[in-house]
Nanobody
Framework: QVQLVESGGGSVQAGGSLRVSCAASGGTFNYVAIGWFRQAPGKEREFVAAIRWTAGSTYYAYSVKGRFTISRDNAKNTVYLQMDSLKPEDTAVYSC????????????????WGQGTQVTVSS
């Protein structure tokens, strides 16, 4: 069973940067990719970015493309989400998840989730 632990959230002013991390353990080799999702209060969970473990291919939501960068360190079993030029609308709980198959953009394609980390961007 895969365990995912996020860290690195916090508060920042608009235009600033944050990096969140997702440390994976337990059978990660069974998973094709790791994705990041976010959920703001009163809103549905939405896809942010995903990265394939081996090929390193990346996928981004339109709303974050060019501002966020997903990367991985296979030796550390850790995936990072570098967030630059942050906007107040990026405020949400960010969660990483292990992808089994299907579209990277849908949360139903992921079957293990971390507990999430809060990112707050003030104007």
């Amino acid at each position: 069973q895969v365990q995912l632990v996020e860290s690195g959230g916090g508060s920042v002013q608009a235009g600033g940067s944050l990096r969140v991390s997702c440390a994976a353990s337990g059978g990660t080799f069974n998973y094709v990719a790791i994705g990041w999702f976010r959920q703001a209060p009163g809103k549905e969970r939405e896809f942010v970015a995903a990265i394939r473990w081996t090929a390193g291919s990346t996928y981004y939501a339109y709303s974050v493309k060019g501002r966020f960068t997903i990367s991985r360190d296979n030796a550390k079993n850790t995936v990072y989400l570098q967030m630059d030029s942050l906007k107040p609308e990026d405020t949400a709980v960010y969660s990483c998840a292990a992808h089994r198959g299907g579209s990277y953009y849908y949360s139903s394609s992921y079957n293990y989730w971390g507990q999430g980390t809060q990112v707050t961007v003030s104007s």
